[in-house]
């Protein structure tokens, strides 16, 4: 059944799309002003959350968005899909790089503390947590070593999303 | 990180230092201009990283990702940098 997307879904999808646009922004000025990783990570994970919100809006409308943080890794890899287009002829994504974005947006998308895989990923940027051990973990003395946000992933993830926002923002 | 690059990414073509006029400051991050086969045409993204020691990498740097048309419109002066005083500086090499 299609769905209707109203006038107001369009204008909550320039606003997702605004505030992810500024989130983003904010991830720059952290960098730049060094700030602790867990802060750089927290703007990455709200834009990346929020260009989410943006793309299921538009598609579906803001009644049907869920309430939950849990948006991206299922649906950052549909938003490639959708917006990737490579210079030199390609049409779509490659397989490699779809892989790639897939399991970045999985790791995104735990950083928020409300979404710890059924109990096993408690790391988060935001509160302290406690580790099965006993041990109470610290956000901003973290390593998030697992995410791998290493140059090359991270810049093609930020033009994909950036892409995506300069069309639901305009 | 430039010869980290070359060899993680086939598709990197080449690699050029961006000057901002301040170079000597020892605050400012390392800036590099990568011209990639195939990357998304969406304008200059500077992106920051801070200093990652575990990978060898000790200060910040700023990475702007662009296709080889893009490359060729910043060279002819149709594709700024929002910062004017960036300009694009020698090549590095693999």
């Known amino acids: 059944m299609e769905t209707m997307v109203t006038e107001e879904d369009r204008i909550w999808v320039r606003g997702y799309a605004k505030q992810a646009l500024s989130d983003l922004a904010a991830r720059e000025i952290l960098v730049h002003s060094k700030a602790d990783r867990c802060h750089r990570l927290h703007f990455l994970q709200m834009a990346a959350e929020k260009t989410c919100k943006a793309h299921l809006t538009a598609a579906n409308g803001h009644d049907n968005l869920r309430k939950s943080h849990a948006y991206v890794a299922k649906v950052l890899p549909n938003l490639a899909r959708a917006f990737f287009r490579p210079s030199g002829g390609g049409e779509q994504i490659a397989q490699w790089e779809l892989a790639k974005i897939a399991k970045l947006a999985l790791e995104i998308e735990v950083l928020a503390p409300a979404c710890d895989d059924g109990g096993s990923r408690l790391d988060n940027t935001e509160y302290p947590w406690q580790d099965a051990q006993g041990r109470i973990h610290v956000p901003c003395e973290h390593s998030f070593a697992g995410i791998d946000d290493s140059e090359k992933n991270l810049v093609r993830l930020i033009k994909l999303m950036r892409m995506a926002l300069a069309a639901y923002a305009a | ?94």
Not at chain 2, 3 to 27: K, T
Request: charged residues 25%; hydrophobic residues 40%; aromatic residues 6%.
């Open chain 2, 1 to 94: 990180m430039a010869r980290d690059h070359f060899q993680i990414d086939p598709q990197v073509r080449r690699i050029h230092l961006i000057h901002s006029g301040r170079d000597n400051d020892a605050e400012e991050p390392i800036r590099l201009l990568e011209v990639v086969e195939g990357a998304l045409e969406c304008g200059i993204v500077p992106v920051g990283f801070a200093p990652n020691p575990e990978r060898g990498i000790a200060y910040p740097s700023v990475i702007v990702e662009v296709s080889p048309r893009e490359f060729q419109a910043i060279r002819a002066g149709s594709l700024p940098f929002e910062q004017d005083s960036w300009t694009v500086g020698e090549e590095l090499s693999a």
